[in-house]
């Protein structure tokens, strides 16, 4: 059957309600994104506190997350393009959402440590995965605005952390910080899960149908001028399939391959094989037709 794919090529393509999503699904994860990030430049002085560590040390929990970020960009890519854009993306957000959760129970500084560095491998997948899904979802005439909105999800994320800190921190202390980040990842992977739709490039490399397309109803082929069409495309198959069938199995089939065989030059065998395969390719040409006179194409 036909994959109808929204145009993602046209120049003069309008923005389908899918690609708003999209771009509002994939700002909206930059911004989380953002905010599980930058919790920790709000909350340092606290961490060098409570596991009596120096600012250097402190700050390393920055740099491990950055670094991780390499690997989990390069794994979440390979992931992304085995099993989609959205399923990583999704799945990005969650692993992050979990380990800015446990985050907040560190006991020690290591395990913050260790913490913030599987966080940040989910951190570059998020990103693989989730320009990859906007630049093969929109309009190549409307990339940039989309780049651009994308870019505005992490100083806006930044506002947003600044906001949790001034709310969450006063009561609920450093910890709590990360707890209030989570939740808020937590909630807008909901949200994607719900607004975002699989990237249609990738749907159409892979030869899945996408949800628009339209399906011709089987008793079509049958109906008006299409039913002489369908017949037609049929008999050959029909025609050529009864021969073969009717041979007598032995003498006949031995004669066939022997009267080709000296023209060709080849063993019996090769002869038989070469008469199938005519069959096969009146098959696949009749199969052909009989879709093509439906209007559409396996």
């Not at 999209?22 to 990030?37: K, Q």
């Not at 919790?39 to 402190?58: H, L, R």
């Not at 202390?173 to 975002?196: D, E, H, K, N, S």
């Not at 017949?231 to 399939?241: A, E, F, G, K, N």
Request: overall charge positive.
């Amino acid at each position: 059957m036909e994959i109808k794919v929204e145009n993602t090529t046209n120049i003069d393509s309008r923005l389908t309600a899918n690609q708003i999503n999209t771009i509002i699904g994939t700002t909206l994860a930059w911004i989380v994104d953002a905010v599980d990030y930058l919790i920790v430049t709000f909350i340092a002085v606290d961490i060098m506190k409570n596991f009596n560590v120096s600012a250097a040390i402190a700050g390393s929990v920055i740099s491990i997350t950055v670094l991780a970020r390499l690997f989990g960009a390069a794994a979440g890519g390979i992931f992304g393009d085995y099993a989609g854009r959205k399923l990583p993306l999704l799945t990005s957000i969650i692993w992050f959402a979990v380990f800015e959760f446990l985050s907040g129970f560190s006991w020690t500084f290591a395990v913050l440590y260790a913490f913030r560095f599987l966080f940040g491998l989910a951190m570059g997948s998020m990103y693989s995965n989730g320009v990859t899904l906007l630049m093969e979802t929109v309009p190549e005439k409307k990339r940039g605005l989309a780049s651009g909105f994308l870019e505005i999800g992490f100083p806006a994320g930044a506002i947003l952390t600044a906001l949790v800190y001034t709310w969450i921190y006063p009561t609920g202390g450093w910890r709590w910080m990360f707890f209030a980040a989570a939740i808020i990842a937590f909630l807008v992977t909901i949200y994607l899960f719900l607004i975002l739709k699989e990237s249609p490039m990738w749907l159409m490399r892979k030869g899945q149908a996408l949800s628009g397309a339209e399906r011709i109803p089987i008793v079509n082929l049958f109906k008006g001028a299409q039913a002489w069409d369908t017949v037609h495309s049929i008999l050959p198959i029909r025609l050529t399939s009864s021969f073969i069938i009717r041979l007598p199995l032995g003498i006949r089939l031995s004669s066939l391959c022997n009267g080709i065989s000296p023209r060709t030059g080849l063993p019996p065998w090769s002869s038989f094989s070469m008469f199938q395969r005519s069959w096969e390719v009146s098959f696949s040409d009749g199969y052909r037709t009989f879709w093509a006179g439906a209007g559409s194409s396996p």
